[in-house]
């Protein structure tokens, strides 16, 4: 094949995210945002072939469509009342945004500032409560800020390692929160106290740069390893097969 | 009956549950019935469209249950965020598994049913009535008790149904919308077209019958009833009226010239003033390669 063009810094993050569903198994992708629904897709046609797609509304698309197409195979029926009820068998790998999300993973999409009278009301908790308990969840931030990345959430919508183990053990059993992605780097909380640590830095970004754009002291590794580029082969999949319109550029900057 | 009879045999001050999801499959002729009336203080129990913003832009809702309002399309619903930012309503906001088994419950004739979730979210700090219940077996786990979400009404529309009250969805979800109706003490059901009973399963399996009569009180033929929602495979969301809605939301007086244009007359008079403006104002747009 041709020389492709260079990684973007999308098209990194859309493998970032691709990467949190290895070896998930026969389990439901579930991608918030047009970033972690590329990176779903992707896992599907590489090395996560068993992962079940939604059509985004009813259906369980059995091949993989382009962004905005229609499946061609329907292999199964999951209306919302089914897709909430899957959340409670925990064959489930969800990916959610954040509006706002805290060292140890606590994450809000209800409401800016007072719950009782807030200064910007959001789209409400959601699924988060109940997903956060039951089935691996990761999230995607497509502009890090210390806006986003805060010291405390407003409203505690996802529940972080702290909240799960003060709420006891029927909160904690299940609980796993596996990756924060952002267009700066991957996150994830394997530390002993459960704080979140950076895991990877996407190209070209350095740490001093997360740090700012982070609201509360992350847990940095002496070394951190880059985030790994796409390969030839999944690039072409993304830019031909899973985004030829090349939405991912809108959700991150370059 | 009428929308304007089915709401006339509601009251102020009741529990309404209105079926459907975010933007799709709200029964938008019933809402529209709600805002000609005089009903006030309601509590809304939904999982939350433009039906919630109308109502709450209309100073209906005294108490919203929901897990979110959304338009969909449009992320955020600015009636909605608006009533919120200034105080007008109270909230009662539940997570989706919450609410689904709160509805559960209810229909179950059952108190509360046990949910792993809520548990550690802010769920259970705003909502100090929630109370968490012991396994009484070895696991001993300790789980949220969610109420039961009892309605005096229920609203819904679907694609056809019967004189009698038997509805039958033809698109891909069925939402909630046969919960909401066991849960309540009267149902009203909307939908597209009466037809014969033998003509629901002429051309659709019979599993797409999914509101049975014993839980329907009444049944309103209203076209176009979920405008501007989408009702599928009928029609899609209006997403050129939709944005016109959000936009005209944000802005008082665009908001009064909606509502005199669009919401001032009955259910005949708001289908004429979309279909006036489907012609004069998507169709020429779309000509121009926008819109629709």
């Not at chain 1, 994450?107 to 997903?131: F, K, M, T, Y």
């Not at chain 1, 505690?156 to 952002?182: E, F, K, M, P, T």
């Not at chain 2, 016109?244 to 944000?250: E, F, M, N, P, R």
């Amino acid at each position: 094949m041709s020389a492709a063009r260079a990684a973007t810094r999308a098209e990194v993050c859309v493998v970032a995210c691709a990467e949190a569903w290895r070896g998930a198994g026969e389990v439901l992708a579930a991608p918030m945002g047009t970033v972690p629904t590329i990176g779903a897709r992707l896992a599907r046609l590489t090395f996560s072939p068993d992962l079940l797609l939604t059509d985004g509304e009813a259906l369980l698309a059995g091949d993989v469509p382009a962004l905005g197409g229609r499946a061609s195979v329907t292999e199964g029926w999951l209306p919302y009342r089914q897709h909430l009820t899957l959340v409670a068998t925990g064959r489930r790998h969800v990916m959610m945004g954040a509006s706002q999300i805290d060292r140890y993973g606590n994450q809000n999409i209800s409401c800016i500032g007072d719950w009782g009278r807030p200064a910007r009301q959001l789209l409400g908790v959601r699924g988060a409560p109940v997903n956060t308990l039951n089935n691996p969840t990761s999230y995607w931030v497509p502009r890090h800020s210390p806006r986003t990345f805060v010291a405390r959430v407003d409203m505690v919508c996802g529940v972080g390692y702290d909240r799960a183990a003060q709420a006891g053990g029927a909160a904690s059993r299940y609980h796993h929160l596996h990756r924060v992605i952002s267009d700066l780097g991957v996150f994830d909380f394997r530390t002993p106290d459960r704080t979140m640590r950076l895991r990877s830095l996407h190209p070209g970004v350095e740490v001093g740069q997360v740090r700012e754009a982070t609201g509360f002291p992350l847990r940095v590794p002496p070394e951190v390893p880059r985030t790994r580029e796409p390969t030839p082969d999944e690039l072409r999949l993304i830019r031909e097969t899973i985004d030829p319109g090349g939405l991912r550029d809108r959700e991150v900057r370059t | 009956m009428t929308a304007d009879e089915a709401v006339g045999r509601l009251a102020s001050g009741m529990t309404i549950g209105i079926g459907g999801w975010g933007s799709r499959r709200k029964p938008m002729a019933l809402v529209r019935a709600l805002l000609r009336s005089d009903l006030t203080g309601l509590t809304v129990v939904s999982y939350g469209g433009p039906d919630v913003g109308l109502l709450a832009a209309a100073g209906k809702i005294r108490r919203l249950v929901t897990a979110f309002v959304t338009l969909d399309s449009i992320p955020l619903e600015p009636h909605f965020r608006a009533a919120r930012q200034r105080g007008a309503l109270e909230l009662t906001e539940l997570d989706e598994a919450m609410f689904l088994w709160g509805l559960t419950a209810a229909a179950q004739r059952l108190p509360f049913m046990p949910v792993r979730a809520g548990l550690g979210s802010d769920v259970m700090r705003v909502n100090p009535h929630i109370r968490t219940v012991v396994s009484p077996y070895a696991d001993g786990e300790e789980l949220a008790a969610v109420p039961a979400l009892r309605l005096d009404a229920a609203l819904v529309h679907l694609n056809r149904a019967d004189a009698r009250g038997n509805g039958q969805y033809l698109g891909p979800d069925p939402y909630f919308d046969d919960l909401f109706c066991e849960a309540a003490d009267a149902a009203y059901l909307s939908c597209e077209r009466i037809v014969d009973s033998a003509a629901l399963t002429r051309a659709a399996p019979p599993q797409s019958l999914l509101v049975k009569r014993p839980f329907v009180s009444g049944v309103i033929e209203a076209p176009n009833g979920a405008h501007f929602t989408s009702c599928v495979p009928d029609y899609g969301r209006d997403e050129a009226f939709q944005k016109a809605y959000a936009q005209a939301a944000g802005d008082p007086e665009a908001w009064a010239g909606f509502t005199e244009r669009f919401l001032s007359g009955d259910e005949r008079d708001y289908q004429a003033a979309v279909t006036a403006f489907r012609t004069r104002e998507v169709r020429p747009a779309a000509a121009h390669g926008e819109g629709a």
